[in-house]
């Protein structure tokens, strides 16, 4: 039987050596301990704007901004975004979605935001629509549980 | 490996809720709406902000998020989702108004 990470086990009977087990070297695991993710299991900025952008699209294609709808469709939104991040599987992330929707009438908005946190595991991704009647502005942070 | 209390960890809304209406008020004050001054406010409160919670001293990770519109009687719906710890993360968020603008700061705290 092969077991990964198994010792080389060789011994010398009559005629020669002869091997007992084979040595299969094994996949890196992240353990159950780690401070920081693989990079392959890191937030990606461009992975979490597609899905963003693809989101945004399909919701709000055909809409015209509506008083009594627009609450709603936030919400799903925000949580259709939350859902495909949790999609990925990135393991021991926690993610935040904010999403903004308003009425075009020409007025000035400005939406800023700051992180304290570990630049190095933590990350967002962000992104805006429009048409003719509304706007629609959705980030979304991945934040790293130690 | 001992355990914090759970007072300690948590996130608590009322301490944070204070703090972001205090730089809100301190930044806002004066404020008429002008589209050239605007990135200027929305960083001065959210410094403000970030810099009084990062003085609680609490092993959070902060996310601070500020939208400034101006006053034209339009529309604005916001909503956000989080997958996170229920028992230590949490979210609060304030509204500010005057005759020309309104602000709208949203505080998450996550725990590491």
Redesign the interface.
């Known amino acids: 039987p092969i077991s990964t990470g198994a010792v080389v086990k060789a011994s010398r009977a009559e005629g020669g050596w002869r091997l007992a087990q084979q040595v299969v070297p094994s996949m890196p695991t992240e353990p159950e301990h780690a401070l920081r993710p693989l990079h392959k299991n890191r937030f990606s900025t461009t992975a979490a704007k597609d899905i963003i952008n693809e989101v945004l699209e399909t919701k709000l294609k055909d809409k015209t901004?509506n008083?009594e709808l627009?609450?709603q469709?936030?919400?799903d939104?925000?949580?259709e975004?939350?859902m495909k991040?949790?999609a990925l599987e990135l393991p021991r992330y926690?993610?935040?979605?904010?999403?903004?929707?308003?009425?075009?009438?020409?007025?000035?908005?400005?939406?800023?935001?700051?992180?304290?946190?570990?630049s190095d595991v933590?990350a967002y991704a962000d992104s805006t629509y429009k048409n003719d009647s509304l706007f629609c502005s959705a980030?979304a942070?991945g934040?790293y549980?130690? | 490996m001992s355990m914090q209390s759970s007072e300690e960890a948590a996130f608590v809304q009322d301490e944070v809720s204070s703090i972001v209406k205090e730089s809100i008020d301190q930044v806002m004050q004066i404020a008429t709406?002008n589209?050239a001054k605007?990135?200027q406010?929305?960083?001065d409160v959210?410094?403000t902000c970030?810099k009084k919670?990062?003085l609680l001293n609490k092993p959070f990770?902060?996310?601070?998020?500020?939208?400034?519109?101006?006053?034209?009687?339009?529309?604005?719906?916001?909503?956000?989702?989080?997958?996170?710890?229920n028992t230590s993360?949490g979210?609060v968020t304030q509204k500010w108004e005057n005759k020309t603008c309104y602000c709208i700061v949203?505080v998450?705290g996550?725990a590491?």
Request: charged share 20%; net charge positive; with cysteine.
């Open positions: 901004y008083a627009t609450s469709w936030s919400r939104i925000a949580d975004i939350k991040l949790k926690k993610y935040v979605v904010n999403v903004a929707i308003g009425e075009q009438r020409g007025e000035g908005i400005r939406i800023g935001c700051r992180c304290f946190w570990d933590d980030i942070f934040v549980l130690y | 709406y589209h605007v990135p406010w929305t960083s959210i410094e970030m919670l990062t990770k902060y996310i601070v998020t500020c939208a400034i519109m101006q006053r034209t009687g339009a529309g604005l719906h916001m909503a956000s989702s989080c997958y996170w710890d993360d979210s949203t998450f996550l590491i």
